[in-house]
C-alpha cells in the first residue's frame, strides 16, 4: 500500500471529524444560548409579575375599610410574603447579569418601602405614599425595560 494514500485517507479522516466536531459544538453553544434565554424570559416575567400583584394588591389593602392598623400591617406583611418575590429576588440574583441584578434589588427595596407606609397611623391619609407609590412605578418601568435589554442582547 501506497503510504500517500494511506496518509491522504487519514488526513481526510482527520478534516472530516473536526468539521463535525466544530458543527456539534456550535450548534450546542446555540441550544444553550437559547435555553438559557427561555429561562431567563420565564423568570423575569414571573418576577415581574409577583411586583405587580404585590403593588396591586397593598394598593387594593390601603383602600380596604373596617381593619385597625395591626391587621392592616399584618395582611401587607403577607401580601408581600405570599407574592413569591423573595424566591423569585434570589433567582435573579443567580440568572441575571449583575446591573440587572441591581435594579431588581432597588425595585424590591421600593416595594419594601410600599409596604412600609402601612406602619404609618393610617395609611389612608398617608401623604407619603403617593411618592412611594410613583417611585415604584418608576422603578418597575427601568426594571422591565433593563430585562428587555438583557434579552435581546446577544
Known amino acids: 500500500m501506497d503510504w500517500g ?3 491522504g485517507t487519514a488526513l481526510g479522516a482527520v478534516l472530516g471529524v473536526s468539521t463535525t466536531l ?4 456550535s450548534r450546542w453553544h446555540r441550544e444553550d444560548a437559547s435555553r438559557e434565554r427561555s429561562i431567563k424570559r420565564q423568570l423575569y416575567g414571573d418576577y415581574l409579575a409577583a411586583l405587580w400583584l404585590t403593588r396591586h394588591r397593598l394598593r387594593d389593602l390601603k383602600r380596604s375599610v373596617g381593619l385597625s392598623r395591626e391587621e392592616r400591617i399584618e395582611q401587607a406583611g403577607e401580601i408581600l410574603g405570599s407574592a413569591n418575590a423573595f424566591q423569585l ?4 440574583h443567580i440568572m441575571a447579569p449583575d446591573r440587572l441584578g441591581d435594579v431588581a434589588d432597588q425595585t424590591f427595596l421600593k416595594l419594601r418601602h410600599l409596604r412600609d407606609r402601612f406602619d404609618e397611623p393610617d395609611v389612608s391619609t398617608d401623604p407619603g ?3 412611594t407609590q410613583a417611585a415604584l412605578g418608576e422603578a418597575l418601568e427601568t426594571l422591565r425595560l433593563a430585562m428587555r435589554s438583557d434579552l435581546s442582547s446577544p
Not at 429576588?89 to 435573579?92: A, D, E, H, I, V
Open 129 to 131: 405614599w403617593s411618592a
Open 5 to 7: 494514500t494511506l496518509a
Open 22 to 25: 466544530l458543527g456539534e459544538r
Open 89 to 92: 429576588l434570589y433567582q435573579m
